[in-house]
Protein backbone atom coordinates (compact mmCIF):
# COMPACT_ATOMS: atom_id res chain seq x y z
CA UNK A 1 0.00 0.00 0.00
CA UNK A 2 1.28 3.17 -1.36
CA UNK A 3 1.38 6.32 1.86
CA UNK A 4 -0.95 8.63 -1.23
CA UNK A 5 -3.60 5.57 -0.82
CA UNK A 6 -3.35 5.14 2.91
CA UNK A 7 -3.54 8.95 2.99
CA UNK A 8 -6.98 8.63 0.68
CA UNK A 9 -8.47 5.64 3.33
CA UNK A 10 -7.86 8.14 6.09
CA UNK A 11 -9.73 11.00 4.90
CA UNK A 12 -12.43 8.65 3.96
CA UNK A 13 -13.08 7.91 7.60
CA UNK A 14 -12.79 11.45 8.43
CA UNK A 15 -15.09 12.60 6.04
CA UNK A 16 -17.60 9.45 7.68
CA UNK A 17 -17.28 10.57 10.31
CA UNK A 18 -17.80 14.46 9.49
CA UNK A 19 -21.32 13.06 7.66
CA UNK A 20 -21.58 10.88 10.70
CA UNK A 21 -21.55 14.20 13.19
CA UNK A 22 -23.83 16.20 10.43
CA UNK A 23 -26.42 13.62 10.67
CA UNK A 24 -27.00 12.13 14.31
CA UNK A 25 -25.84 15.96 15.72
CA UNK A 26 -29.02 16.38 18.14
CA UNK A 27 -27.69 13.09 19.58
CA UNK A 28 -26.08 11.60 22.47
CA UNK A 29 -22.28 11.26 21.09
CA UNK A 30 -19.51 10.05 22.26
CA UNK A 31 -16.12 9.76 20.41
CA UNK A 32 -16.12 5.97 20.48
CA UNK A 33 -19.44 6.14 18.29
CA UNK A 34 -18.26 8.13 15.91
CA UNK A 35 -14.74 6.11 15.77
CA UNK A 36 -17.29 2.92 15.42
CA UNK A 37 -18.70 4.74 12.49
CA UNK A 38 -15.37 5.60 10.69
CA UNK A 39 -13.87 2.20 11.45
CA UNK A 40 -11.17 3.75 13.25
CA UNK A 41 -10.13 3.17 17.29
CA UNK A 42 -11.23 6.43 19.53
CA UNK A 43 -7.19 7.10 19.56
CA UNK A 44 -6.38 7.12 15.64
CA UNK A 45 -10.28 8.63 15.04
CA UNK A 46 -8.98 11.92 17.38
CA UNK A 47 -5.41 12.11 15.69
CA UNK A 48 -6.72 11.74 12.31
CA UNK A 49 -9.81 14.01 12.98
CA UNK A 50 -7.43 16.86 14.56
CA UNK A 51 -4.44 16.72 11.73
CA UNK A 52 -7.57 17.34 9.19
CA UNK A 53 -9.55 19.70 10.60
CA UNK A 54 -7.86 21.13 13.30
CA UNK A 55 -10.80 20.45 16.32
CA UNK A 56 -11.29 17.53 18.03
CA UNK A 57 -14.13 15.38 16.75
CA UNK A 58 -15.99 16.41 19.80
CA UNK A 59 -15.41 20.51 19.25
CA UNK A 60 -16.68 19.92 15.36
CA UNK A 61 -19.93 18.24 17.02
CA UNK A 62 -20.29 21.40 19.35
CA UNK A 63 -19.79 23.55 16.12
CA UNK A 64 -22.40 21.75 14.40
CA UNK A 65 -24.54 21.98 17.30
CA UNK A 66 -24.34 25.96 17.30
CA UNK A 67 -24.53 26.59 13.62
CA UNK A 68 -27.46 24.64 13.75
CA UNK A 69 -28.98 26.45 16.88
CA UNK A 70 -28.51 29.73 15.39
CA UNK A 71 -31.10 28.43 12.40
CA UNK A 72 -33.45 26.93 14.51
CA UNK A 73 -33.72 30.12 16.90
CA UNK A 74 -34.76 31.93 14.45
CA UNK A 75 -37.80 30.17 14.26
CA UNK A 76 -38.63 29.03 17.57
CA UNK A 77 -41.11 30.41 19.22
CA UNK A 78 -41.25 27.95 22.52
CA UNK A 79 -39.54 28.86 25.52
CA UNK A 80 -35.77 28.84 25.13
CA UNK A 81 -35.51 26.44 28.22
CA UNK A 82 -36.53 23.43 25.98
CA UNK A 83 -34.26 24.61 23.12
CA UNK A 84 -31.46 22.94 23.92
CA UNK A 85 -31.94 19.53 23.92
CA UNK A 86 -33.50 20.28 19.77
CA UNK A 87 -30.35 20.48 18.97
CA UNK A 88 -28.47 18.13 21.09
CA UNK A 89 -27.29 19.59 24.15
CA UNK A 90 -27.42 17.74 27.67
CA UNK A 91 -28.07 20.67 29.87
CA UNK A 92 -29.50 23.84 29.36
CA UNK A 93 -26.57 25.69 30.96
CA UNK A 94 -23.70 23.69 29.14
CA UNK A 95 -25.67 24.88 26.04
CA UNK A 96 -25.59 28.68 26.84
CA UNK A 97 -22.27 29.12 27.99
CA UNK A 98 -21.37 27.07 25.02
CA UNK A 99 -23.74 29.15 22.76
CA UNK A 100 -21.98 32.45 24.20
CA UNK A 101 -18.64 30.90 23.77
CA UNK A 102 -19.47 30.47 20.00
CA UNK A 103 -21.69 33.29 19.13
CA UNK A 104 -20.78 36.16 22.00
CA UNK A 105 -24.35 36.51 22.97
CA UNK A 106 -27.07 34.47 24.97
CA UNK A 107 -29.40 32.66 22.67
CA UNK A 108 -31.71 34.69 23.90
CA UNK A 109 -29.86 37.96 22.76
CA UNK A 110 -29.19 36.31 19.59
CA UNK A 111 -32.98 35.45 18.69
CA UNK A 112 -34.17 39.11 19.82
CA UNK A 113 -31.63 40.54 17.74
CA UNK A 114 -32.54 38.52 15.02
CA UNK A 115 -35.73 38.92 15.03
CA UNK A 116 -35.24 42.92 15.78
CA UNK A 117 -36.52 43.10 18.70
CA UNK A 118 -34.73 43.88 22.21
CA UNK A 119 -34.35 42.36 25.98
Known amino acids: MTK ?3 ANREGDKIKTAIEFLEIYYDQRIKVGD ?3 EAGLSPGRLAHLFKERTGLTPIQYLTNIRIEQAKKQLLTWDDKL ?5 EVG ?9 KFKQF ?3 SPSKFRAASRGTTR
Open 81 to 85: CKFYS
Open 4 to 6: NSK
Open 103 to 105: VGV
Open 89 to 97: FNSESYFIR
Open 34 to 36: IAY
